[in-house]
């Protein structure tokens, strides 16, 4: 059975920075692809940034320049650095992990505040 754990979630200032862990525990097949979520109150979830076993990375518009998704040495841990962040940046953020032949399995989600 495979549980996706996020953590790292807090509140911080505008400006601030944060770091979000994900891993997944279970039996581990193989990851095709990484990926961070989020969703504000009143909105749909939306991409924040996502990585592929090749190693490419992508970026929702509203991240690309502050925040930087990369694996970690035991490759089932994805992280997301989160600089300069913004009072709309917070939201609950969700990691996803896409497991060859298994699909799509979810984390329960960090929350993210920004605010003074």
């Known amino acids: 059975q495979v549980q996706i754990v996020e953590s790292g979630g807090g509140l911080v200032q505008p400006g601030g920075s944060l770091r979000l862990s994900c891993a997944a525990f279970?039996?581990?097949?193989?990851?095709?692809?990484m990926a961070w979520y989020r969703q504000a109150p009143g909105k749909q979830r939306e991409l924040v940034a996502t990585t592929i076993s090749g190693g490419s990375t992508n970026y929702g518009d509203s991240v690309k320049g502050r925040f930087t998704i990369s694996r970690g040495n035991a490759k089932n841990t994805v992280y997301l650095q989160m600089t300069s962040l913004k009072p709309e940046d917070t939201a609950v953020y969700y990691c996803k992990v896409e497991f060859r032949h298994l699909g799509n399995y979810w984390g329960q989600g960090t929350q993210v505040t920004v605010s003074s």
């Open positions: 279970g039996s581990i097949f193989s990851i095709l692809e």
